[in-house]
């Protein structure tokens, strides 16, 4: 009865195959692993050594794809170029406060003196956050933002924030990254 749970199970996995181009299988490795987590994936492993190979269920085959695209956040004023850009949270979790979904963003110490400084002088402002150079929202401040710890409104599903999260919280993929399904 084990031998035929093995073998069903084995039969229920997809594994995926990554070159990690300019990075070392062990920082591929976390990014994935980073962005698997962050989409929810049900069940699946990441092994990075001698190769990065991520096993997973056929079913969050979708989940993986989604991650595979890195996004970049960026933060300014209206009409100005970014004051931070490539903005690498510390947290970035997708909240869902009585049905308005929100960001709970919290940067690191440079970057939360910058915000601080920046929301200081500019008042009342729409600052906008942008993923990718594409602006995502652009809530007005009316107060600084201190201890770099922010609620920013967005206007999409809780999945589509999880899945942008993953893509922003796990990091950029090294250059020359490639992926090959289906290595069994």
């Not at 031998?3 to 195959?17: E, F, K, N, P």
């Not at 190769?51 to 009409?79: C, H, N, Y």
């Not at 440079?110 to 929202?137: K, S």
């Not at 999409?156 to 399904?181: E, H, N, T, W």
Request: glycine content about 8%; charged content about 25%.
């Amino acid at each position: 009865m084990l031998m035929l749970w093995l073998i069903g199970c084995s039969v229920h996995t997809v594994d995926v195959a990554i070159d990690p181009g300019e990075g070392t299988p062990a920082e591929v490795a976390a990014i994935f692993d980073e962005r698997m987590s962050a989409v929810g994936a049900r069940r699946y492993k990441v092994l990075s050594e001698p190769d990065v190979v991520v096993q997973l269920r056929p079913e969050d085959r979708e989940r993986f794809d989604a991650i595979m695209d890195t996004k970049v956040l960026s933060m300014g004023w209206e009409g100005e170029d970014p004051f931070l850009d490539g903005i690498a949270p510390k947290r970035l979790e997708c909240v869902d406060t009585t049905g308005a979904l929100q960001w709970a963003i919290s940067l690191d110490s440079a970057e939360a003196d910058m915000l601080r400084i920046q929301t200081e002088l500019h008042g009342q402002d729409a600052l906008v956050i942008a993923v990718n150079g594409v602006e995502l929202t652009s809530p007005n401040v009316y107060q600084p933002i201190t201890g770099g710890t922010a609620m920013v409104p967005l206007d999409m599903s809780y999945r589509d924030c999880r899945v942008l999260s993953a893509q922003i919280m796990g990091g950029p993929l090294p250059a020359g990254v490639a992926v090959r399904y289906d290595i069994q």
